[in-house]
């Protein structure tokens, strides 16, 4: 078994024992409605690229795409208030009306429905550890 060093001298397992957990992922990309609207917010000409690393929503377990899709309407107003405040914080800049087509306007969207995780160490929220 291949084994990486993690902080603290904690190992991650690469190859070996894993477990699949009962969660999807929903990873989000911004797309032109997004980008613009970021770029309105000042003359800064800042916008986010939807290139770079992006945040992953872990969602509930689902069999097929249709399920995934009735998981996500339910879920969408808290990934896209977060991509928002991810830019920008103040709510009122923020665009009215948010809906599951905006959203699905606003983003590429990319479902899994697997999630293995390969490290052989308690996951933990990183927020309770500051």
Known sequence: ML????????????FGSRAILNRGVVI???????????AGLDDSELVPDPNDEQT????PSYGGDGEAWEILERVHP???????YGWHTDEAAWPQGRNLTMFKAWFEIELHSV????????????????
């Open 115 to 130: 999630v293995e995780d390969l490290c052989d160490y308690e996951i933990v929220d990183e927020d309770d550890e500051a």
């Open 28 to 38: 989000v990309r911004p797309k032109q409605p997004y980008l613009e609207w970021a």
């Open 3 to 14: 084994f990486k060093k993690r902080q603290h001298d904690v190992t991650c397992a690469i």
């Open 56 to 59: 992953v929503y872990l969602i």
């Open 78 to 84: 808290a990934i896209f208030e977060n991509e928002l």
